[in-house]
């Protein structure tokens, strides 16, 4: 029986305040308090809020036929709590129905593990509570950051208890098998790897609404029937995208809504199919074989590499600057100067900086709040600068700026 997961990830970062050279020393406070609150409440009113209510009513409709997982992450999470309460009570309603799973991640959204096991570490161990406080259980199943994944992340946070991880299904390194398989790491044989569908989650996902698409426009029958062909060639079909797709990045009037409504039950007409969270795949369906990633993959633009983050000189810079300070910053013991640099680990920072310009440059410039790459870099950095000023010695820091003479 061919089962279909259905899997969304939530995230907003805490966006940056316009921060000139001449604030270094002198401002301490980095966020852009009313982008952030407009932000959250735009989608709230546009994605979150309508979308929960769609699904906890398709839940209660299918009656332990319809499963679903999410992973949202801490950043997320504390803006809903301060300016939109309303959502996380829509979610909590969604946790109590036993058919939402709640996945682990990096509770800041960031490239720790690339850079830092220890913070990495620290940030799983804060999401594990997070998600703990809200659902009352302990996360079994990891998604990291923008779905990068290695053979190394697999050892370490198979010794940190998780039972699988969700990640891209990279052409490349399947060769000619399909992602509609469980698979293990290497030397690794009872933990599970999840991959994405990048087909089938990026038909809704990417090209929904684009009307040069020759499939355009696309409905929920045809979308099952295509999931249906996949019986006897496959047993899972893991549907991974961003939850911001509906209602945010595919508008309402694309027929989104419409579309998800329909879906579970057009699937479901097939009497071999189902729906599965995460746990109940890897407790359904055995190991087909090892899927060896010796290098970094994401679900990230047309290569599926860290290229969207540290494809460039300034994104590389920024990211070993802020890195750097880490253990200066940790050493203050201070946990408002901690927070404030962890939440400039957050990797929508170096996806701001980046400079392609063909398949995937629209995507990048779409999510940018700066007119350019480098408006991005140079603000982060001033940033980056005066929390390592700061950090020396709390918050009451002096700083001698440079007398310029204009004759």
Not at 23 to 47: A, F, M, P, W
Not at 86 to 91: A, E, G, L, N, T
Not at 246 to 259: L, N, Y
Request: charged content about 25%; aromatic content about 14%.
């Amino acid at each position: 029986m061919p089962s279909v997961c259905l899997y969304f990830q939530v995230h907003q970062p805490y966006r940056l305040k316009p921060y000139s050279c001449f604030q270094i020393g002198e401002d301490h406070y980095y966020e852009d308090e009313t982008k952030n609150r407009e932000i959250l409440k735009r989608v709230s009113k546009k994605c979150y809020l309508p979308t929960n209510k769609l699904l906890l009513d398709l839940i209660n409709q299918n009656v332990g036929k319809f499963k679903i997982a999410f992973s949202i992450t801490g950043t997320a999470w504390e803006q809903f709590e301060k300016y939109e309460p309303k959502v996380c009570d829509s979610f909590v309603q969604l946790f109590k129905t036993g058919c939402v799973e709640l996945l682990c991640e990096t509770y800041y959204h960031s490239l720790s593990f690339k850079y830092s096991a220890e913070e990495f570490i620290r940030q799983v161990d804060m999401h594990r509570k997070l998600v703990n406080r809200l659902t009352g259980q302990t996360p079994k199943i990891f998604r990291n950051t923008e779905l990068i994944y290695n053979n190394r992340l697999a050892t370490l946070i198979n010794t940190l208890g998780f039972k699988g991880v969700i990640c891209e299904g990279v052409d490349r390194l399947l060769g000619n098998r399909s992602p509609n398989f469980v698979y293990n790491p290497p030397a690794i044989p009872g933990f599970k790897c999840l991959l994405k569908n990048y087909k089938l989650s990026d038909d809704i996902a990417f090209r929904f609404s684009d009307k040069n698409w020759n499939q355009f426009p696309l409905t929920a029958d045809r979308f099952a029937h295509w999931v249906h062909q996949i019986a006897g060639g496959g047993e899972i079909i893991n549907l991974f995208m961003d939850y911001e797709t509906f209602g945010e990045h595919q508008w309402k009037e694309t027929g989104i809504f419409d579309f998800l409504k329909n879906m579970p039950r057009e699937i479901l007409k097939h009497p071999d199919f189902d729906f599965k969270t995460p746990s109940d795949i890897i407790e359904s369906y055995s190991s087909r074989g090892e899927y060896d990633v010796p290098y970094f993959t994401s679900w990230a633009d047309t290569e599926r590499d860290l290229s969207a983050w540290l494809g460039n000189d300034l994104q590389q810079d920024a990211a070993e600057r802020i890195y750097q300070l880490e253990r200066q910053l940790k050493d203050t013991k201070n946990p408002e100067l901690i927070s404030s640099w962890a939440k400039l680990l957050t990797s929508d920072h170096l996806y701001y900086m980046s400079t392609k310009y063909w398949n995937d440059g629209d995507v990048h410039k779409y999510f940018s709040p700066y007119d350019s790459p480098y408006d991005a870099y140079i603000n982060f950095m001033n940033i980056a600068a005066d929390l390592e000023m700061t950090s020396r010695n709390g918050r009451k820091v002096e700083v001698d700026l440079p007398q310029v003479s204009w004759n």
